[in-house]
């Protein structure tokens, strides 16, 4: 049977996919850091090539920022459904380097006590995750010389610095990209060898902003006492954000739009198989430091954020420096949930700062930070249900819907641009420290999810 | 008369001494860096060297970090006084260098609206005042071949990174170093031409502490709402430190030893010429900002004060990076007053920010950061009624006992080590930006710093 000589190509050919995939591992696609404009270019140069290695016709497309890589195949027959691949070919920045144990763009294999790992930076957001896909079609074409689904392949190079050209590009393309549905491969399992499909996506918001005080760094000396800190007043508008009694977010009207999980829903959550202590301890966690009142689960699906990133001011050199420092400098981001308006939040942050500033302190806003909400994805498509069953059969456990903490624009855009619904499957696990030093992929997600590919492009011919 | 032909040696010598203060600002000399050692070392060299062109027997002498510079020479009578100088070579880091309007150790001479400057970083802490001393002595020297007093030279190279070796110098040299008054020159005049003698000195309390969080950096969708985030932690622990209502420090036992101004110095204080809308708005500030209750000067002379001076976690790079970090770190200075007991304010802030600490963070601290208590001169002395005098013939106006925001450990040591009294004098304006970007030391303060050494020398023998 047609599937099976599939899977087994892909069960033999596993060795080099690990191959091809550390050679794209290797280079360092960091698209939040200009310097690392021209390795973003070879990541898509290296993805064209591979896809024309499989006999698939694709091109590298320019945009103001990191290039997009599209590319066309036909299907076997012509009533074959047509879907749109999405996954994104750069990473994200290494810092703190120090904390690596091994270089992040010398991709390795590793044993571990949870089996083996690929590990660098990439490996699984979402470099792993998209060559998943790759590898499963070029399977295909190697058994059958044809693919079972008409597919557009869309790699994008700019999803971890905001997607600044993506709405563009899919307005500039929109007939090319049409399609009947997208699969999006950059999400993870609820809990390990739990095949799941992300049904609910939280939205974000990023926002920066810098407090000034005096007109030049101080002598904590000759105005130590009299002198207003920035550092003290950043600190104290950090911890205005939060009510340190309930840990909501204090934000006036922050919480609008935000609506309570049907209990059914709920129960479905409860039971999928989220680990929870797994989910906390793996990461030095005891307990859920959340919202009161909100399960594990809740906290991460379906509550908004308003996390800071990023806070710095002052000196942090060697030794010390007696210095008042004239700015204090925060980085935050916001995971928005149900109907919340990034837009309508961003100004009701700005607004709480403001009413929280002392008389000589001051706040000068970063002006082109982008928002998105969230999404809810259509479960009840029928590909939704081709693709649960396809997971099922791999994994040899039932695949669920669940929600995600993260967000992933483009499946916003895909539906207000292109009016496309999404499907996300993704293999990563909680623990493969997506963002973190020392990011890994497990080679059980890389090969069962190369065969769970494999499984859904047969199913949504069925 | 004698003191006459040495001031107008000054006065023609000036164009000269401005160009030796440059060449000796023109090393980089920070000591809070290590890789400025061999700089201090230069700054070291160089000093031996301008004092042997005086005729003056100086020599570099090695200690565990930067070197001291250590010189004596005889007076021209045997009943004369002998002083020891004491200033610093070493200098604060420079950044944040772009703030700068010419390199930090490309020093300038510029016209301000405040008359000439040297510009630099040392040109006022302590490298300006240190060579005001010296050129005195060039000038007393030069017109008589000898000296009113004899002297001893002491310059350390440690001041701005906590003085480490000094002590041990000190304990290991004592008999050497006697004298019967130590002359510093590190320290500032109440306002712009009012002489002054600082008549008490702040302590100096310094640590630093990392708080953790969770085990990794943390991508802020899979874990933001469950996951505890340092940075939001530390920024809590820092507005703890303080009483929001009436800007006092909140930490348990922190004003234990901390005595009211006695008000009849508080009356000599507000009427010695303070200029506080000048202080306060030269560097952007329309009021005073701390303890509520006390006046500026109060506030800056005779109030303890808990700072940060760095703070620092998560993404500062170019875009955005959304991280909970597994780490957030804190630099604090403390200013000490009246009987304050350092080593006793260590454990109480330790066991304060270790009181505050969330479920799954901890606390890690730095353990080798020194502490100094507040020092009150002994203005009974008759060396300070002379110089006194000396000081208001220079200025064409009374000179005055301060207080000092400022901290010199030294003055401390002297006393615990030597039995050594100090007598501070010092030409610096508030506006001179030290530890700060455009560092500047007026020429005023230069020349008439020269000539005010002159005249107190000469009046130490009367």
Redesign the interface.
């Known amino acids: 049977m047609s599937l099976d000589d599939v899977l087994s190509r892909i069960d033999a050919d596993l060795p080099a996919a690990i191959e091809r995939l550390m050679e794209l591992l290797r280079i360092p696609s960091i698209s939040?850091?200009?310097a690392y404009a021209e390795a973003c270019d070879q990541a898509a140069d290296w993805l064209v090539a591979d896809l024309a290695g499989i006999g698939i016709a694709a091109e590298k497309r320019p945009t103001p920022g990191r290039p997009m890589v599209v590319g066309h195949v036909e299907a076997d027959h012509d009533d074959a459904p047509h879907v749109l691949f999405y996954g994104h070919y750069d990473v994200?920045?290494v810092?703190?380097l120090n904390?690596w144990t091994s270089p992040p763009f010398e991709p390795q294999l590793e044993d571990t006590p949870n089996g083996r790992v690929i590990r660098g930076r990439g490996s699984s957001d979402d470099k792993g995750q998209l060559m998943t896909f790759v590898e499963a079609c070029r399977a295909w074409k190697a058994v059958h010389g044809t693919l079972p689904c008409r597919i557009t392949f869309f790699f994008e190079g700019e999803e971890e610095?905001?997607s600044p050209s993506l709405v563009p590009f899919l307005q500039a393309n929109a007939e090319e990209l049409k399609a009947d549905i997208a699969l999006v491969c950059d999400t993870?399992m609820v809990s390990r060898g739990v095949p799941s499909i992300a049904a609910q996506l939280?939205g974000?918001l990023?926002d920066?902003f810098t407090i000034t005080?005096?007109?030049?760094?101080?002598?904590?000396?000759?105005?130590?006492?009299?002198?207003?800190?920035p550092?003290?007043e950043?600190?104290?508008i950090?911890?205005s954000?939060?009510d340190?009694e309930t840990g909501r977010v204090a934000v006036e009207g922050f919480y609008e739009g935000v609506h309570e999980v049907p209990a059914e829903q709920l129960r479905q959550w409860e039971s999928c198989g989220f680990d929870e202590s797994e989910?906390?301890n793996s990461?030095?966690?005891?307990?859920?430091?959340?919202?009161q009142g909100y399960s594990?689960l809740e906290?991460?699906w379906a509550?908004p954020?308003l996390?800071?990133?990023?806070?710095?001011?002052?000196?942090?050199?060697?030794?010390?420096?007696?210095?008042?420092?004239?700015q204090?400098?925060c980085?935050i981001?916001c995971?928005l949930v149900g109907d919340q308006d990034p837009d309508k939040l961003r100004v009701a942050i700005r607004k709480h700062v403001e009413a929280q500033l002392?008389?000589?302190a001051g706040v000068i806003w970063d002006n082109d930070?982008e928002g998105s909400k969230a999404s809810v994805m259509n479960i009840a498509r029928p590909e939704m249900e081709a693709a649960r069953g396809a997971l099922s059969d791999e994994w040899g456990r039932e695949a669920v819907f669940t929600g995600?903490?993260?967000?992933i624009p483009v499946v916003g855009f895909f539906k207000s641009v292109l009016g496309l619904d999404s499907m996300l499957v993704g293999y990563a696990n909680?623990d493969d420290?997506?963002?973190?030093?020392?990011e890994k992929y497990d080679v059980e997600s890389f090969h069962k999810g190369i065969r769970s590919w494999a499984r859904i492009l047969d199913a949504l011919t069925r």
């Open positions: 939040t850091d200009p994200q920045p810092d703190p904390l610095s905001g993870s939280r974000m990023k920066e005080g005096p007109r030049i760094d101080l002598h904590s000396g000759h105005y130590g006492g009299p002198g207003l800190n550092l003290r950043l600190s104290r950090v911890t954000f939060y340190q989910y906390l990461v030095g966690y005891s307990q859920a430091h959340g919202e594990t906290q991460q509550r954020t996390e800071v990133n990023g806070l710095w001011g002052g000196y942090n050199g060697a030794g010390s420096k007696t210095v008042i420092p004239a204090a400098h980085k981001t995971r002392s008389p000589d930070l995600m903490g993260g967000s909680d420290a997506i963002h973190s030093p020392n």
